[in-house]
């Protein structure tokens, strides 16, 4: 039985930002439409896969993920599904309104907030921001169909809750939590992000955090 403490709670991302920082790399060694075509024809995502199958790439995973979708091709009925579990969330962010999300957030949960800057910014490197073809992100526009219906109703969700609670004042840290706990929380994540970077340049894996 779960709790009576459990919530779902999600941030969607724009679809289109979101297939292209999961496959960049990819798309800048396809950057034609006919390129990306070939590649997406004999994507893996390990070399075991079976391409027919379902084996990772999805442009509307967002949608696969909260309908709980296991098949491919995503269908109007998950996409329903997943629309009637987001209405449902006790909390639905935007990424692209992160700052403003997070204040929602602790509103909506009655928590304190303080903001915190990241430990640094991220910084693309220069060879993934090379111009991607525009055909490209037509064609991951309409494929990603779905996860646009999916992230509008966030996007009106979000906006929705966030007028209802404009006037309520975000709580406050006591004055010890912000002197210690805060700091301590910011070391925990630089450590962690330390830990992620050796273990990747040991392993050889690409985990991010």
Known sequence: MISSDFH????L?????RFVSQHRESINANN????????EKRFLSRKDDNPKAHNGLTYNH???FLSGAINLPITESDLHTAKTNLINFSFVGVAE?????AILFSKVFKLPYIKIAPVHKYRAKTKNIIPIDPAILDYIKKKSSHDYS????AMSLFIEKDAQ???QQSISPEPLERMFAYPLRKMQLSMAKVAVKIKNKSTGTNITF
């Open 8 to 11: 779902r709670i999600t941030l």
């Open 62 to 64: 967002q949608t696969q």
């Open 13 to 17: 991302r724009d679809p289109l930002k």
């Open 165 to 167: 609670l404009k006037n």
């Open 150 to 153: 999916l992230y509008e109703l």
């Open 97 to 101: 309104h992160f700052d403003r999300s």
């Open 32 to 39: 034609s439409l006919s390129q990306f075509l070939e590649w």
